[in-house]
Every structure is written in C-alpha cells, then in structure tokens.
C-alpha cells in the first residue's frame, strides 16, 4: 500500500497483518479523495480506522490534524507507525469503539470536516443506526461522511446523500449535512 497523492505521495505504509483488517484499496482512495478536492486545513475523523490509510492520504493532502480510532490493537500498531514513518504529528490515536468516540467528540463540541466511516463490512447494519444518530453533532459547516460498505448496501443515514458509487466488491458513499 502506499500515499496516492499530496506531500507523502508515493510513500508505502503499512496495514496490519491477518483479516480482521480490510484496507481500502489504493485505486478506490484515489477515487476518493479526486471526489473530495482539496482538504486545506480539515480536520478529520477516521472511524474504524485499520491501518489508517484514509486518515493519512487526507493528512498528506492538506488535511490539519486527524483523529485516529479502531478497537484492534493491530491496527493501531501499523497507524502509529505509518504516522512516524511518515513524521506526522497532526494526528491522535485512540484504542476505542468508534460509536463511543464519535459521541464523546460530539459531547466536547469537537467539528470535523471529513468524517471516514469504514467498518467491517459485517457490522454495518449494526452500526448505522448508532452512527446516524451520533454524526450531526460532529459536523462542522459544509462537512462530508464518506461510508465504505460492501457492493451490495447502500448506506441510508439522516444526512443528504451527496453520492453513492461502487467499486468492485465496495461502495462510497458520501454524505453531506441536510440543507436547513
């Protein structure tokens, strides 16, 4: 794996070993991150985060500071390695339940412009419910969600849906706040 694009272009990272993480492959980033412009100054939540590589391409992109959150410690390991491989220090790492850190954010009136949601594939109905009612006091003016999901779903959140595309076995789709 490897930084698509902005200052740590082409640098490899690494993802934990085994299959309990699923990173999002280079070619669905870079179509990403072409559907999301520039992230001058954003400040990201990466939920579920595995081996961090959305967070980190948005970072190397301009991105100001990136919030880091997975329950694998595996993970964790490689995103603290990627940021020091990388010498990023705008990021912070937590060993947590993203539903939890997503409300403990919104309790602390933290805002994000670019929220990643990118859980197992197999807890996403699980988790919509929890993550819909939690995202809105995270948003800050203008934010967007973007959801990874298996092919086959297509994510339905209280947000307005800015677009939904797949990409082999995985869909993208983006969320914006809803326009009062």
Known sequence: MRIIAGTHGGRRIVAPRGTRTRPTADRVREALFSMLGPLDGASVLDLFAGSGALGLEALSRGARRCVFCDTDPAAL???RENLAT??????????????ALLREEGRAGRRHELVLLDPPYECWAELEPQLGEALTAVLAAGAVVVVETDARVTPALPLAMRTSRRYGSARLTLFEPPQP
């Open 77 to 79: 390991r490689a995103v």
């Open 86 to 99: 990388l010498a990023l220090a705008e990021a912070v790492v937590f060993q947590r339940d993203g539903v």
